[in-house]
Each structure stands twice: as structure tokens, then as C-alpha cells.
Nanobody, 123 residues
């Protein structure tokens, strides 16, 4: 079992930055695929970024968001720059105990989820 705890969300103005953290416990995540997803009110949960053998981003965040991982700290980060009101959502960390040739972007593939952290971008 892997437990994931996100932090770092908050309220920020358009153009601002936030860094989300996801601390994993229970297993070492060095061989895991780690993903960030988000869910806005009334919308489905969507892929944001993933880190496995490769790093993959949703088109909507490319060039603005960066996923990184510190395996020694069992932590994954999401650096979010140039934030827009459309980025407002609850952000979730997800994990799967394998790494594939391409990062999987579908929610159903991931086995473990955090509780989420709210990001609100004001206009």
C-alpha cells in the first residue's frame, strides 16, 4: 500500500506560481509512475503531468508546469507557473507501481490517490 499526501495548494493571482508536493509513504516510489491530475467543479478529473520512464504533460500546461521527483524524499512536485483562472481545481497526486514506455494519462490505471489540494487562481 502507498499513501499519498498532497500539499502546497492555495489562492494565487493570475500569472502567479505555486509548487505542489506529494509525499508518499508505505513504499519507495523510485520505480513507480507518478501523476498529477486535477478536477474542476462540474468537470471530470483530467491528467496534468506524469513522471515514469518519460515525463508527459497535458497540452494545456506545457511550458508552464513542471513535474519533478526526489526519490530520496519519496516526494513528487508540481511547479506551476503563469497560472490562469482555468487552472483552478483540486489537484490530486496518483501512483502506479510500474513504469511503462509511455506515461498513462487515464485515471483508472492508477492504483493510489491522495486526498487532493485546492488551487484557486483569481483573475
Amino acid at each position: 500500500q502507498v499513501q499519498l499526501v498532497e500539499s502546497g495548494g492555495g489562492l494565487v493571482q493570475t500569472g502567479g506560481s505555486l509548487r505542489l508536493s506529494c509525499v508518499a509513504s508505505g513504499r519507495t516510489i523510485s520505480s513507480y509512475t507518478m501523476g498529477w491530475f486535477r478536477q474542476a467543479p462540474g468537470k471530470e478529473r483530467e491528467f496534468v503531468a506524469g513522471s515514469g520512464r518519460r515525463t508527459t504533460y497535458a497540452d494545456s500546461v506545457k511550458g508552464r508546469f513542471t513535474i519533478s521527483r526526489d526519490n530520496a524524499k519519496n516526494t513528487v512536485y508540481l511547479q506551476m507557473n503563469s497560472l490562469k483562472p482555468d487552472d483552478t481545481a483540486v489537484y490530486y497526486c496518483a501512483a502506479k507501481g510500474v513504469q511503462t514506455s509511455a506515461v498513462v494519462t487515464t485515471t483508472g490505471w492508477y492504483d493510489y490517490w491522495g486526498q487532493g489540494t485546492q488551487v484557486t487562481v483569481s483573475s
